[in-house]
T-cell receptor
Framework: DADVTQTPRNRITKTGKRIMLECSQT?????MYWYRQDPGLGLRLIYY???????NKGEISDGYSVSRQAQAKFSLSLESAIPNQTALYFC????????????????FGPGTRLLVL | LAKTTQPISMDSYEGQEVNITCSHN???????ITWYQQFPSQGPRFIIQ???TKVTNEVASLFIPADRKSSTLSLPRVSLSDTAVYYC????????????FGQGTTLQVKP
């Protein structure tokens, strides 16, 4: 979805390096998420944010940190990259419909392919 | 969160109707059923969502029996471009941020 962009699209780094993956959205959504995907596996949630002042850990947050700089921007950092963090990383957004009972739709970016040597 | 079970892979041919069934025996009263599609090297894309009976949109139909312990995604007359991974998710608002993507079903459409 062109409304959710991720930079860089591909990145190669070395063990121990600090790197940042960035996500921007023009959908005006309050909620943003970071997932990782490994070959043959589904997506796993790393962190999520329901608004600028709200940050929550997902199921695999160890080794990662995030920053919600603005409603439109949500960055994921690997403080000291390790090889098992090699994966495809996706950012997603969703809109909060206060009165809607259903599970709201998440809109995903194109992904960042990260290789840690 | 209700766990889902779906076939790991399916094969089909162009022009056929494809039905992918997902089991969710522990679905809660307030849970909705959502399907996403993912093409290689792209993020998942929402296809359809439903609560009960049948839902249809321009892409697919979703059939949910009365007991809601399973659901079937139906893709009419598939083409090669429908080759993708299809994920079934179960949850409700309030669980947002905790969508559980399983392994999904890899659909291979052959000419």
């Amino acid at each position: 979805d062109a409304d959710v962009t991720q930079t860089p699209r591909n990145r190669i780094t070395k063990t121990g390096k600090r790197i940042m993956l960035e996500c921007s959205q023009t959908k005006g959504h309050d909620r943003m998420y970071w997932y990782r995907q490994d070959p043959g596996l589904g997506l796993r949630l790393i962190y999520y944010s329901f608004d600028v002042k709200d940050i929550n850990k997902g199921e695999i947050s160890d080794g990662y940190s995030v920053s919600r700089q603005a409603q439109a921007k949500f960055s994921l950092s690997l403080e000291s990259a390790i090889p098992n963090q090699t994966a495809l990383y996706f950012c997603a957004t969703s809109d909060a419909a206060p009165l809607a009972p259903y599970q709201e739709t998440q809109y995903f970016g194109p992904g960042t392919r990260l290789l840690v040597l | 969160l209700a766990k889902t079970t779906q076939p790991i892979s399916m094969d089909s041919y162009e022009g056929q109707e494809v039905n992918i069934t997902c089991s969710h025996n522990n679905i809660a009263t307030n849970d909705y059923i959502t399907w996403y599609q993912q093409f290689p090297s792209q993020g998942p894309r929402f296809i359809i969502q439903g609560y009960k009976t049948k839902v249809t949109n321009e892409v697919a139909s979703l059939f949910i029996p009365a007991d809601r312990k399973s659901s079937t995604l139906s893709l009419p007359r598939v083409s090669l471009s429908d080759t993708a991974v299809y994920y079934c998710l179960v949850g409700r608002r309030g669980n947002t941020g905790k969508l559980i993507f399983g392994q999904g079903t890899t659909l291979q459409v052959k000419p």
